[in-house]
Every structure is written in structure tokens, then in C-alpha cells.
């Protein structure tokens, strides 16, 4: 079932991450998809799946306005930050998130909120079908709620 936009600017890890897909431009201009204040705050992330338990980062979501995220992550001595937001495809909320720093790409997320967890899940590049980046756009919007576009990539717990 789609997630409300969970701007987890998320996820600044992703872009850390092997494989995710990038692109120059995001979905859609942001000032469509109003924040989710469940997901404002502190969280602490671990690798989904897991890989060893001492695999730790922060996210810290703060709204910038009524529709886009600022979140820093916090993984060991390293600190990235990342404005989001999120754009209706179909039945689905895809977040638009973009690294505050010089020549970065945009990449995409969603997420689910399950009681106190928040799983996060990455538009993954070699799921992307088409070889120009605009088809790779399309079919990143057809494919906006599929699995196998978007993979696992953390689960979240509501820092204290």
C-alpha cells in the first residue's frame, strides 16, 4: 500500500548506497504533497536487511515548509544533508530527494510507517528499464509502486 510522503530527505543514505538509481532532474516540482508530521524528528536507521548490528546512522527530519524535508544523516564521523519531498504518481507517493552538495543527482524513495518503525526503500538502477534518461523517468513513474524497483534499503526506530 503506497506511504504518504515521507520526505525522508531522506535517506540521505541512499544515495550512499550502490545502486540507486539518480537522475538530473526529480519527478515533479515540489508544492503538490504536503509533509507527514509522523516522520518528523529523530530516527535511528540500520541496514535493511541487516548486516552487522554495529551498522548505525541518524536521520533527523525537519519540515522546510508545508511540502518539502530537510534531513541530515549522521552514519560514524561522516554528515549528509538532503532536502525532500514527495510527488503523486498514480496511487503512490515517490520522494524526490536531492544531497546539498555540488553536483549532486536526484534519487528516489518511499517509505512505510509500521507502529514506531519507518522502512525505507530505494529506487534501485539496474531495475530501471529504458536507455536515455527520460524513458528511465517513465519508467520510474509506471513502475511507481512496484517492489522490484524499490528495495529495501533501512528500518528506522523513533530516536529517544
Known amino acids: 500500500m503506497p506511504s504518504r510522503p515521507l520526505a525522508f530527505a531522506l535517506l540521505a543514505a541512499a544515495t550512499l548506497m550502490a545502486g540507486c538509481f539518480e537522475s538530473t532532474k526529480p519527478i515533479s516540482p515540489a508544492g503538490t504533497v504536503p509533509y507527514d508530521t509522523a516522520v518528523l524528528g529523530s530516527w535511528t536507521c540500520v541496514p535493511d536487511p541487516p548486516l552487522r548490528p554495529q551498522d548505525k546512522a541518524t536521520l533527523t527530519l525537519r519540515n522546510i515548509d508545508q511540502y518539502q524535508y530537510?534531513?541530515?544523516?549522521?552514519?560514524?564521523?561522516?554528515?549528509?544533508?538532503?532536502?525532500?519531498?514527495?510527488?503523486?504518481?498514480?496511487?503512490?507517493?515517490?520522494?524526490?530527494?536531492?544531497?546539498?552538495?555540488?553536483?549532486?543527482?536526484?534519487?528516489?524513495?518511499?517509505?512505510?510507517?509500521?507502529?514506531?518503525?519507518?522502512?525505507?526503500?530505494?529506487?534501485?538502477?539496474?531495475?530501471?528499464?529504458g536507455g536515455y534518461e527520460a524513458r528511465k523517468m517513465d519508467d520510474l513513474r509506471a513502475r511507481a509502486g512496484s517492489d522490484d524497483l524499490f528495495k529495501p534499503f533501512a528500518v528506522c526506530t523513533r530516536s529517544k
Open 70 to 129: 530537510d534531513a541530515t544523516w549522521v552514519d560514524g564521523d561522516k554528515t549528509s544533508r538532503y532536502r525532500a519531498y514527495g510527488s503523486k504518481v498514480d496511487a503512490n507517493v515517490v520522494i524526490n530527494a536531492l544531497e546539498v552538495a555540488p553536483s549532486a543527482k536526484w534519487f528516489f524513495l518511499r517509505y512505510k510507517r509500521e507502529g514506531t518503525k519507518l522502512r525505507l526503500a530505494v529506487a534501485q538502477d539496474s531495475e530501471i528499464k
